[in-house]
């Protein structure tokens, strides 16, 4: 017998307490993971003054905090720090001040160790070694320091820009940091505005106390003029009357020479860093200001000189050579028509399918709206049309008219669905074929600046090698960020075409407008300063020299800017916000005479695009206003200037949001994004790329959580806008854009996005082919971006140029598929990987007979096998890498021609789910794999006889492959390709 009993079941409401314990699972989740100490620790140690700590060191600390205590011994005791809980901060800190990395004097001689001071350090520093004082006026003043802090030195508390903080913590300044893979972090915010800023505002704290005075970092005051001493109506140097503290440091009573009182100071501010040779200038412009002006002013002036010293400014010993600094020259003038680059970068991710719709009338609304919801549909729109899209109409956010002006005007265009992309993938192969950190807004962020997902151009952006390029061919060349630096404008240092400059939106403040001294002029007061900065020596500190350079350059930088702006008035009422910015980047086109240049580019930043909550009302209420009647009076401007013709504007964003809105009213982190190109001889009123053509998670580029796989990469745009510029040269682009051959054909030209565009990509007027390549390994995996191209490389080379002009030939490897094999080889691995490669030949193919090139080109790689297995074994680049078996077959496409839309790669692959980073192995069968693109059919197995009848070949490794006509191809030491982040890749 059964008895049945029923039960009522009903949803508990959740509790406050359910809330609380599922945030502490989550918290003690991510404290606990296995890549959080390590992270903590490094980030720690490099706020602690070391900014390349060895992994040893970040081992013992990250080991510390784990365990939650730490053991140190001094020889005669051992003490236990911590509470043995896992976390513990004072194990941790303990860890990193008592390290022999941290203490030990003998790496102070190295180079390489220390790290540049972050401005807060810096002023604080100066604040407690010389013993700020406070007056009566901060009885009535609040604030004490000047609003707006991180503007003007490039930190202060409660004023980052986003929870990333002021600097990253990765970040590589160009030149010899890059060269030697080393990172400096505060580099990041060293600027000529930055460094300006908080020099001034330590020389004014020093000369009149806590103000305005002579751009100080305090709060304006009444009598604040440049002037210096009695009686002429200012503030007399010394006299704190009109502040709110001052530095009341004097030296100790006991110290009875010069030398003695600047070894104290040394002391305080720089850990006793000074060197002899500055300890010297110090010492001798104190001793003859003591007696030419008393005890008082001579210490201003000591405390003036050494706070622009390197030794102050960065924790490395210096070693000069006597020798003047030279200022990084500017290049001359060139008669070279003039063009500018304007990059505005929208930070956040920009919700672009909320400016970009389809438009109500188009049947893909109806999709489009289902998915959005309400909480993140457009419905208020501007009719925009279009032709070659998904609909003839879309629907442009209402508060963006200025984008339908400058549309309509044929002067702007729409690039749809874009974004950083290695390699064409689709939405089965994205997650292991793509080289990035998807999602995350730093480093797509960087993706976006650099556009070289492989790192073959260290330490430069996409904008700074174009710049580095033009710079060669005698352009007069300058990048200028306004109010912030960015990696994008990042040139070669090594090869002397540093670009980047920082100019505030509120323009160029004066350096040392009047000298401390009643005595010394302003310009024999900076010519100390030089001189503090001077040139050192090969084995002098890298941080030390970095900010002297710094320091030089912008100090010259000013002087050129404020004589080249002086007097520039616009026709048009710029707003703030984004206008600012606009503002001064279009004082300085029309200054570009005065500024010698001849190519510019510019980046403005705008933030507040994170929206993760209340999506509408941020955008519709503040942003894009903003961008309005910033972007409105700067196209008018540029027509008033009769310039629109030589200016390209570009939005950009790391990246776009999803489709499908959250529970809060926003949108989440994607990938692909609408983005606007405008200018004067921008082929306008069109899209291109494709925009989508559905919104549910089956369509093709729906990874199916509302994400959109980018179809036009930057790499496409970049190549399109450096040939407007003044970039053709195959070579050059290859500098420009490392990655371009990773995308085949799929490259816009300047014959796509502007009007009297004339350059075409070589070897994409021809014929397209395809074929599948069997690789034997002995492990399941598939080919990383590197060993694709690798691969790529080796193939091309091994086309003879009398059968087909290999120097115009285009691969790219479209899909890969892997197999087990189990035992059916006897000395090659048990996984196939199959790779579907994509070959473009150009109009230059020649076969000298009548047969199908497909079929003389499989032919020719077939025999050609043995060269492929030597090579490819040479190369050591592609990891257990046993055999390699015959080219299947070569398959024909039509011949492609250059459209407005760069081809994207059909789905190969047989994959119905979403990817995961490990490969799913396919069994072997009889039955073909569903294809899209015209590869062949695999019904089995292939043989490992090759076209001469010879057996698979067992690959033995050597240690590097050098490709015809290129430098060699090698490993960075022990590290494996498939996480190697500095691999040299070739170009062909």
Not at 314 to 332: F, M, V, Y
Not at 621 to 643: C, L, S, V, W
Not at 711 to 740: F, K, M, Q
Request: charged share 20%; hydrophobic share 35%; aromatic share 10%.
């Amino acid at each position: 017998m059964f008895i049945l009993i029923c039960y009522d079941f009903y949803y508990i409401d959740p509790e406050t307490r359910d809330a609380y314990y599922e945030t502490e699972a989550v918290l003690d989740h991510v404290l606990h993971h296995e890549n959080t100490a390590p992270f903590l620790s490094k980030l720690f140690i490099q706020h602690f003054g070391i900014s390349n700590p060895s992994p040893r060191y970040v081992e013992t600390v990250a080991t510390a905090f784990q365990m939650g205590y730490y053991e140190w011994a001094d020889g005669t005791q051992t003490i236990s720090i911590g509470d043995e809980k896992w976390g513990n901060l004072a194990s941790t800190v303990a860890a990193i001040v008592l390290d022999r990395e941290a203490t030990s004097v003998v790496l102070d001689a190295d180079p390489s160790s220390g790290s540049l001071l972050e401005p807060v350090q810096k002023l604080l520093k100066i604040l407690r070694s010389f013993e700020y004082t406070r007056t009566a006026n901060t009885k009535i003043t609040n604030p004490t320091l000047h609003r707006g802090m991180s503007r003007k030195i490039g930190q202060m508390v409660y004023e980052a820009e986003s929870v990333f903080s002021f600097f990253s913590s990765d970040y590589t300044p160009a030149g010899k940091f890059s060269a030697a893979s080393l990172v400096s972090p505060e580099a990041e915010i060293l600027s000529l505005k930055t460094t300006i800023g908080m020099s001034n505002g330590l020389l004014s704290l020093i000369r009149h106390g806590m103000n305005a005075c002579e751009s100080g970092i305090g709060l304006h005051f009444p009598n604040c003029h440049a002037i210096s001493g009695l009686g002429s109506g200012g503030i007399p140097s010394g006299n704190y009357n009109n502040s709110v503290g001052y530095l009341d440091y004097s030296p100790a009573p006991t110290l009875s020479n010069a030398e003695d009182v600047i070894d104290e100071m040394s002391t305080l501010i720089t850990s006793g860093r000074l060197s002899e040779a500055n300890k010297l200038i110090i010492t001798e412009l104190y001793n003859s200001t003591y007696h030419a002006e008393g005890a008082d002013m001579a210490l201003r002036v000591a405390q003036q000189l050494i706070s622009v010293s390197p030794e102050f400014q960065s924790t490395n010993l210096i070693n000069k050579t006597g020798a003047k600094r030279e200022s990084t020259p500017p290049t001359e003038p060139s008669d070279e028509p003039y063009k500018a680059v304007v990059y505005i970068y929208l930070f956040g991710g920009l919700d672009s399918f909320y400016m970009l719709s389809p438009h109500t009338t188009c049947p893909l609304y109806t999709e489009y709206a289902e998915a959005r919801g309400d909480a993140a549909k457009l419905e208020n729109m501007i009719n925009i049309t279009a032709s070659d899209q998904p609909c003839e109409k879309f629907g442009l956010n209402e508060n963006l008219p200025i984008f339908k002006t400058i549309y309509d005007s044929g002067h702007g265009m729409f690039i749809a669905n874009a974004g950083h992309l290695s390699k064409p993938v689709t939405k089965f192969n994205y997650f292991t074929d793509t080289r990035a950190q998807l999602f995350s807004h730093h480093s797509m962020e960087k993706e976006a600046y650099l556009v070289d997902p492989f790192r073959e151009k260290p330490g430069t952006g996409v904008i700074g090698r174009m710049l580095d390029v033009l710079q060669r061919y005698n352009h007069s060349v300058s990048g200028i960020g306004i109010n912030d630096g960015s990696e994008i404008l990042d040139g070669d240092n090594d090869a002397g075409t540093s670009h980047t400059e920082v100019i505030g939106s509120g323009g160029v403040d004066q350096f040392y407008r009047a000298s401390v001294s009643d005595v010394l002029s302003a310009d024999t007061m900076k010519g100390y300063f030089d001189s503090i900065n001077g040139a050192t020596a090969l084995n002098s500190g890298l941080f030390a020299n970095h900010w002297s350079q710094t320091y030089i350059d912008s100090a010259n930088k000013t002087e050129i800017l404020r004589e080249a702006l002086d007097g520039i008035k616009l026709s048009e009422n710029f707003p703030s916000g984004l206008g600012s910015q606009l503002q001064m980047i279009a004082k300085l086109i029309k200054a570009r005479e005065e500024r010698g240049t001849n190519r510019d580019a510019f980046v403005a930043r705008v933030g507040g695009f994170d929206s993760h909550s209340n999506m509408k009302n941020t955008l519709d209420e503040y942003r894009f206003p903003d961008i309005n009647r910033g972007i409105e009076a700067f196209y008018k401007e540029m027509e008033d200037q009769g310039m629109l013709d030589k200016v390209t504007v570009v939005f950009a964003s790391e990246f776009g949001r999803t489709i499908t809105p959250n529970t809060g009213g926003g949108t989440d982190h994607a990938w692909g994004g609408n983005f606007f190109l405008f200018g004067g001889q921008v082929n306008g009123s069109k899209f291109v790329g494709d925009y989508p053509a559905g919104f549910t998670a089956n369509d093709p580029t729906n990874d199916g959580r509302g994400r959109l796989i980018p179809s036009t990469s930057w790499d496409s745009v970049w190549n399109g806008i450096a040939n407007w510029y003044g970039i053709t040269a195959e070579d050059d682009l290859n500098y420009v854009l490392p990655n371009r051959i990773n995308h085949g054909c799929r490259l816009f030209t300047d014959r796509q996005l502007y009007k009297n565009g004339r350059t075409t990509t070589p070897g994409c007027d021809g014929e397209v082919l395809f074929f599948d390549q069997g690789l034997l390994l002995n492990e399941a995996r598939y080919l990383t971006g590197e060993e694709q191209k690798i691969f790529c490389y080796v193939v091309i080379d091994n086309i003879p140029a009398e059968l087909i002009n290999n120097s115009t030939m285009r691969c790219v490897i479209i899909d890969q598929q892997i197999k087990d094999v189990g035992g059916q080889q006897t000395d090659c691995g048990s996984f196939e990987l199959t790779v579907f490669a994509e070959i473009s030949t150009g109009a230059e193919a020649n076969v000298g007979n009548t047969e199908p090139i497909g079929r003389v080109l499989e032919e020719q790689l077939n025999n050609s096998r043995d060269n492929i297995v030597e090579t490819l074994t040479n190369s050591d680049m592609i990891q257990n890498l046993t055999c390699v078996t015959p080219i299947v077959q070569v398959t024909q496409a039509p011949t492609m021609s250059p459209t407005a839309s760069p081809t994207t790669a059909s789905p190969v692959s047989n994959q119905t789910s979403s990817p995961t980073t490990k490969p799913t192995l396919v069994p072997v069968s009889t039955s073909s794999p569903t294809t899209a693109n015209p590869v062949s059919n695999q019904t089995s197995f292939p043989t490992t006889k090759s076209a001469k009848g010879g057996k698979g070949h067992k690959i033995t490794k050597s240690p590097s492959y050098k490709r015809k006509g290129s430098k060699s191809l090698q490993r960075k030491g022990e590290e494996k390709a498939s996480k190697s982040k500095d691999l040299n890749v070739m170009r062909i």
